[in-house]
């Protein structure tokens, strides 16, 4: 697959994200902040809890569970989507973190983005394919915090693995 092999020039990427950007809007609406992601944990809360679920506000008020939830297969598609874009580009592979200290950060990294989505009610996928071609200030403003949080994180990643 030729296609995978070579890059777009960006000026044409973003342009192509922002006419679809636009299309998408106009057939479902607005995307929600993480909406599949966070329908999936619901879910998954509900086949441990049960009934019990009904019990923590945000669960049946914001998001009840529902596996009709279109947005889970936005989620699902975009990860499927680069899964086999890794695979027919050769560029796949398992990494597995071989000490604690990496679990342990990974673990924390994922605490503080999902606190982070909820907390700016935006998500990285939004924010770099819906709201920065649109210059949109908010999505400017966001990819700054992901790339200084980036930063900052590698830093702290790169300190831990030589110390």
Do not use: Q
Not at 80 to 99: D, I, N, Q, T, Y
Not at 132 to 155: D, K, Q, R
Request: contains cysteine.
């Amino acid at each position: 697959m030729e296609l995978f092999k070579k890059t777009l020039n960006p000026v044409a990427a973003l342009a192509i994200i922002a006419v679809l950007d636009i299309f998408l809007f106009l057939v479902v609406g607005a995307w929600t902040v993480g909406g599949g992601e966070t329908m999936m944990t619901g879910l998954i809360a509900k086949f441990f809890m049960g009934s019990n679920i009904e019990r923590i506000p945000f669960w049946h008020v914001a998001f009840p569970p529902d596996p009709y939830y279109w947005k889970i297969y936005i989620s699902l598609g975009m990860v499927f989507g680069a899964f086999v874009g890794a695979v027919l580009s050769k560029e796949f592979c398992w990494r597995m973190p071989h000490r604690l200290t990496e679990w342990i950060m990974i673990t924390i990294g994922g605490l503080l983005m999902g606190i982070g989505i909820r907390l700016a009610f935006v998500c990285n996928v939004s924010t770099f394919f819906g709201l920065t071609p649109e210059m949109n200030l908010g999505g400017y403003l966001a990819v700054s915090g992901i790339l200084a949080g980036t930063w900052v994180g590698t830093l702290i990643y790169k300190k831990n693995l030589e110390g």
